[in-house]
């Protein structure tokens, strides 16, 4: 009998964006630890680097020619869409030629969900695929349930303060409000896009960055939605962990860390997209000051708009963060959320930034900005009951509470030890024999071989 050779290349298809570079290159990293071989193909732009963490992996780029112009001028959303268009045509190419240089080796093609160009390529070649969703299990329930509303009937929902406070049917907890709405396009062309996203097509499977003991629920809903395997392997930032950031991190805010109190400090970093009007910075910096404990915020360069960064802020600021605060571009945060001395995370609620915290058994404030954000912050508050919301207007009074809740009340010890809970399930879920490592990994890798020698 034959012997049938075992296809061992994994071809990954990733977003030109931090927050979904960072899973699909630790992905990578967890599936090369299995013995399988990995090529990242990456468009023309292209906001991935090749660091030394990822010296084993083999780096194609295809062609294609929108710029930071086009995403500026397009926004997010329909940059996505004409990436799309125009990727198509060069992918199949691509992997019509890697085909022939590796010598059909090629067991499945992983493609972010948002990069769903890859299944013509991949329906041409008849090869195996899965679709790779960056955000959460819920997240990704939400957009399936967007991609079938009305969008003119569901913005006069939105705009109706009742009923956009209220909880959608089946979704529970989360409102109207709380749904992966965009504040970077119109709800028409987000809703486009998410059509696309949750449109599966012929991939035979779906990997999800999360893990069962998050989102038991959202993860079984999935599963019969979808009638294909769904592989919760999260949180990959511990199972594999790999530095990826697209920013320079000043490593100065460690040492000053430091020099704090156990458990004093506020993190706050807003990801990297969000951005913030001037008004609301400066009730955060009072907020902050007047709550008298220490803090730690990443302000992104062009956060701000009109700004550069800090320098054009009013002179009010600077004297209001120079007691207590430390003000850097881009932080580690990683190490910055394990660090002793940090006691809380000031987060937009992105799934990376989420599941980073929880993984140190950190407390969150939540300051959602747009998307899956929201369906976060919504969990952390009210199901994993480890964050406090900030919603509406921002003010001094209310920064001040927040912090004073997860710092210095009994309030947020309490949410401490729920976090730190949290946090020892998902180490025990991607070590050996946990849910995530052991079963989904395993699984999904060992359905590969399956495939293959079919």
């Keep these: 009998m034959e012997e049938v050779r075992v296809k061992r290349r994994i071809v990954l298809v990733p977003v030109p964006a931090q927050g979904h570079v960072t899973p699909i290159m630790q992905l990578g990293k967890a599936l090369y630890s299995k013995g399988l071989s990995i090529t990242v193909v ?6 991935v680097s090749s660091s030394k963490d990822f010296s084993d992996f083999h780096f194609l780029t295809i062609p294609g020619s929108l710029t930071e112009s086009d995403l500026k001028n397009l926004g997010p959303y329909m940059f996505l869409v004409k990436l799309n268009q125009i990727c198509e045509g060069s992918f199949k190419q691509c992997i019509g030629q890697l085909l022939e240089e590796q010598g059909n080796d090629i067991a499945c093609v992983v493609y972010d969900e948002y990069m769903y160009f890859s299944q013509a390529a991949v329906k041409e070649f008849q090869l195996p695929s899965a679709l790779f969703s960056t955000t959460s299990a819920t997240a990704f329930v939400c957009r399936s349930v967007l991609a079938s509303v009305n969008a003119e009937s569901f913005l006069l929902d939105m705009k109706d303060p009742e009923v956009s406070d209220k909880v959608f049917p089946g979704l529970d907890p989360l409102r109207y409000k709380d749904l992966p709405t965009s504040a970077f396009g119109p709800l028409e062309s987000v809703l486009k896009v998410y059509c696309e996203t949750v449109n599966i097509r012929t991939a035979s499977a779906v990997i999800i960055n999360s893990a069962s003991c998050l989102e038991s629920s959202s993860l079984a809903q999935l599963q019969r939605k979808l009638q294909v395997p769904v592989y919760p392997i999260g ?7 790999a530095s990826s950031s697209l920013l320079e991190e000043d490593r100065s805010c460690i040492e000053w860390l430091d020099k704090q109190k156990l458990g004093s400090v506020i993190y ?6 969000a951005l913030m009007q001037t008004k609301d910075v400066l009730e955060m910096a009072w907020g902050l000051s007047n709550s008298n404990q220490p803090f730690l915020w990443v302000i992104r360069p062009g956060s701000v708009p009109g700004s550069e960064w800090t320098e054009s802020l009013p002179e009010e600021f600077n004297k209001l963060v120079s007691e207590r605060g430390y003000i850097v571009k881009w932080a580690p945060q990683m190490e910055v959320l394990r660090h002793p001395a940090v006691g809380a995370f000031w987060s937009h609620c992105g799934w990376n930034s989420t599941l980073e915290s929880i993984g140190e058994g950190v407390p969150m404030i939540c300051r959602p900005y747009t998307g899956d954000q929201k369906v976060n912050a919504r969990y952390l508050e ?3 009951r480890i964050g406090v919301q900030l919603e509406g207007e921002l003010d001094k009074g209310a920064v001040e509470r927040a912090v004073e809740r997860l710092i210095v009340d009994e309030e947020g010890a309490e949410m401490r030890k729920r976090a730190i809970d949290l946090k020892e399930k998902l180490e025990a879920s991607v070590r050996s024999g946990g849910s995530s490592w052991s079963s989904s990994l395993e699984d999904f890798v060992n359905s590969l071989k399956t495939k293959n020698s079919m």
Excluded: K
């Design 42 to 47: 990456l468009t023309q732009f292209n906001r």
């Design 235 to 241: 949180p990959l930032h511990i199972a594999a962990s």
């Design 268 to 273: 706050i970093s807003l990801g990297s997209l």
């Design 382 to 384: 009210r199901v994993w």
